[in-house]
């Protein structure tokens, strides 16, 4: 799987959009970006995944620029609740292969 | 969207006992689940891969004596922490593919182990 480097920690107003970036730049074809995000003591949660479309769910958009190798989530009013680690990870679709966990962004929503 | 339930949540023993963390897919068979295990501030390293009807597969550097895994049904896969040490207090965590083409996977609560 392609690594990928993300800053260790960020900063957000509450109601203000976060934007969250992704470097991933030795992706291959034929490798999805896939977006997780872990709040304290819990185990991760599926945000919103991309091959090279950008892609909009209800908990976020994901935009990937032309040539593949960076991605930013945004979220686009940011709550308290939306405090957490936010994991980008790089792999082939195949559903038989684990995910391997960088060491993210630590995303801080304020007041 | 599919479940995984992890049981218990948390779980506290003395050094040298054994402790069992099950892991469910609750709406979905899973032929395939995976463990792993967080240090605090640390991130998810991938301890196991959990093969339905055959042997559970080891990240390097996990002992296979002292995680064992079984994965008995297609629903269900426990880990069994043996001859527990204050080292392996850590959070435990399963998850599981969905059965769709996304390639998504379902992740489980979490167990935090503590061993005195």
């Known amino acids: 799987d392609a690594k990928t480097t993300q800053p260790p920690s960020m900063d957000c107003a509450e109601g203000r959009a976060a934007n969250l970036p992704c470097n991933h730049s030795t992706i291959s074809g034929n490798e999805y970006v896939y977006w997780y995000r872990q709040i304290h003591s819990q185990g991760p949660q599926y945000i919103i995944h991309g091959l090279k479309n950008n892609e909009t769910n209800e908990m976020a958009s994901l935009i990937i620029t032309e040539d593949r190798k960076?991605?930013?989530?945004?979220?686009?009013?940011?709550?308290?609740?939306?405090?957490?680690?936010?994991?980008?990870?790089?792999?082939?679709?195949?559903?038989?292969?684990a995910l391997n966990f960088g060491k993210g962004t630590s995303l801080l929503v304020t007041p | 969207g599919a479940v995984v339930s992890q049981h218990p949540s948390w779980v506290i023993c003395k050094s040298g006992t054994s402790v069992k963390i099950?892991?469910?897919?609750?709406?979905?068979?899973?032929?395939?689940?995976?463990?792993?295990?967080?240090?605090?501030?640390?991130?998810?390293m991938l301890m196991a891969t959990s093969?339905?009807?055959?042997?559970?597969?080891?990240?390097?550097?996990?002992?296979?004596?002292?995680?064992?895994?079984?994965?008995?049904?297609?629903?269900?896969?426990?880990?069994?922490?043996?001859?527990?040490?204050?080292?392996?207090?850590?959070?435990?965590?399963?998850?599981?593919?969905?059965?769709?083409?996304?390639?998504?996977?379902?992740?489980?609560?979490?167990?935090?182990?503590?061993?005195?």
């Open chain 2, 22 to 44: 099950e892991c469910r897919s609750l709406d979905f068979q899973a032929t395939t689940m995976f463990w792993y295990r967080q240090f605090p501030k640390q991130s998810l």
């Open chain 1, 70 to 97: 960076s991605s930013t989530l945004i979220l686009p009013h940011a709550t308290l609740r939306d405090t957490a680690v936010y994991y980008c990870i790089v792999r082939d679709s195949n559903s038989g292969y």
């Open chain 2, 51 to 116: 093969n339905e009807g055959s042997k559970a597969t080891y990240e390097q550097g996990v002992e296979k004596d002292k995680f064992l895994i079984n994965h008995a049904s297609l629903t269900l896969s426990t880990l069994t922490v043996t001859s527990a040490h204050p080292e392996d207090s850590s959070f435990y965590i399963c998850s599981a593919p969905g059965t769709g083409k996304t390639g998504e996977l379902f992740f489980g609560e979490g167990s935090r182990l503590t061993v005195l």
